[in-house]
């Protein structure tokens, strides 16, 4: 008996700590989404029973939003995976300069999200001087203004090139365990390439894609930085996700209590989403 208990009292403190780190915020949360508390009227907070959370679904910009975050989560995990398990395949085999050839495939994923926008905004999508601006001119096509006309896919761009890498590395690594011999014999018994990548190649790489899914779906969830350095969640909500329009309610329009029900909305979206994308994944792997 001490034996068990030793452990866990061993692991009490860390454990405690971890969750006072999580209940201690949470907690704030929903009080904050239950009384009246804006910044520029400090003084007492009036409960407000769901009023927070009526003002925020009812918001013009919420359900913009919320599509907004779907289609930036399934467009760029559809993107990094497609793109990803190519690339993989593309520099599985031996090749000269191989090495340098990963190295610069996982190195955008070292970039922070902030140098990240800037660098698309300024150096690639800048109408004026932007690589893509001369590479329009160059075929006698006007220019995009890409933060402009297509906010969101700007958006979209941006964070697939970022996290591409990852679910490149993940791909270049689980191919490394594919068994050779069986590619080799299906090879022999008249198989073509394109046979064996989805009868071999893709089921063996299902449940690294369900890892990279995964991850990518919990960070991308939050995207912030390359929205507000780039569109501001414009022109209108065009580029708004949801978590640039709980920024909006706490920093723009000094709203706590709506802020923070925006904020515990956000994590119910959350779970919703990766029970589905859990169970479909589950389905999948069995």
Known sequence: ?????????????????????????????????????????????????????????????????????????????????????????????????????????????????????????????????????????RFGLTPIDWLTDWPLLSVIIMVAWQWLPFACLIFITSLQSLDREQMEAARMDGSNAVQRFFYLTVPHLARPMAVVIMIEMIFLLSIFAEIFITTSGGPGNASTNMTFLIYKQSLMNFDVGVASAGALFAVVFANIVSFFLVRMIGKNLD
């Open 1 to 137: 008996m001490n034996n068990r208990l030793l452990p866990r009292a061993l692991m009490a403190p860390a454990i405690g700590t971890l969750f006072l780190w999580m209940i201690v915020p949470l907690a704030m949360t929903i009080y904050f989404s239950l009384v009246n508390y804006n910044l520029m009227q400090p003084g007492e907070h009036v409960f407000a029973k769901l009023d927070n959370y009526e003002y925020f679904i009812t918001d013009p910009d919420f359900w913009p939003a919320v599509w907004n975050t779907l289609l930036l989560i399934g467009s760029v995990i559809g993107i990094t995976v497609i793109l990803g398990v190519l690339l993989a395949l593309l520099v599985n085999d031996p090749f000269p300069g191989q090495g340098i050839v990963r190295v610069l495939l996982i190195s955008p994923f070292f970039v922070m999200p902030a140098v990240n926008a800037l660098l698309w905004k300024h150096m690639m999508m800048n109408p004026n001087y932007g690589v893509l601006a001369d590479v329009w001119r």
